[in-house]
């Protein structure tokens, strides 16, 4: 069984210091495990991008994440089922849709077209077709930043438990100086909840 990456984190405090300490200089597990798992995707010619906390690094934010989050296509994940199971990755259990690198044992989870964020349930933003949304990043494909930031404020406006993915939209506008209007690139859906975190985090940082 696969030690996983969660736990080898819990494990050793030293270790896991090291790996936050290597994640910013793109030597963690993580970074690896994205950089193997996407190489393998563009080899078999899979339609993917990068989503969630490693698409943030890639947008100019840098968190540290225990996980890869991919977006693919209802084939696509079939496909990834077929040809990388038992060949380096492992389903974190039977049936799963993810996968975890056996090598790192970080897990890869993926997302797919046509779902929803957040609750699940349908609503206005879906998982885009990857082929519509990536953009080339370092040699990765990520999904562009109007998609990232729907992607999070929709799951932090529906999902229990998701309030992080409204906090990592405050910090994007924050790090990146993104404008207000930038909610214009946005689905109407979440133009709204744009604008109420931009109008908060320019309060947050008004002098005085």
Do not use: C
């Not at 090291?18 to 994205?34: I, K, N, P, Q, Y």
């Not at 947008?59 to 038992?86: K, P, S």
């Not at 349930?121 to 990857?130: C, E, G, L, N």
């Amino acid at each position: 069984m696969i030690a996983t990456y969660e736990q080898r984190l819990d494990a050793d405090p030293k270790w896991a210091l090291r790996e936050g300490s290597m994640h910013f200089e793109e030597r963690s597990a993580v970074h690896d495990t994205l950089r193997r798992i996407t190489s393998r995707l563009t080899e078999l010619a899979i339609p993917h991008a990068v989503v969630g906390g490693m698409a943030m690094f890639f947008h100019g934010f840098r968190r540290f994440t225990e996980d890869v989050d991919i977006l693919v296509t209802r084939a696509g994940l079939e496909e990834i089922h077929r040809r990388l199971e038992g060949l380096g990755y492992v389903p974190p259990f039977q049936g799963s849709k993810n996968l975890r690198d056996a090598e790192s044992g970080v897990k890869i989870e993926f997302l797919v077209t046509g779902e929803y964020p957040g609750d699940g349930k349908p609503k206005p933003v879906a998982f885009p077709d990857p082929t519509t949304v990536a953009i080339e990043m370092d040699g990765v494909a990520v999904v562009g930043l109007p998609t990232l930031l729907e992607l999070k404020l929709t799951s932090g406006m529906t999902g229990p438990g998701r309030l992080r993915d409204l906090g990592d939209v405050e910090q994007l506008i924050s790090h990146l100086k993104l404008p207000r209007d930038f909610a214009t690139k946005l689905n109407p859906y979440v133009r709204s909840k744009y604008e109420e975190l931009w109008d908060g985090v320019q309060r947050a940082t008004a002098p005085g």
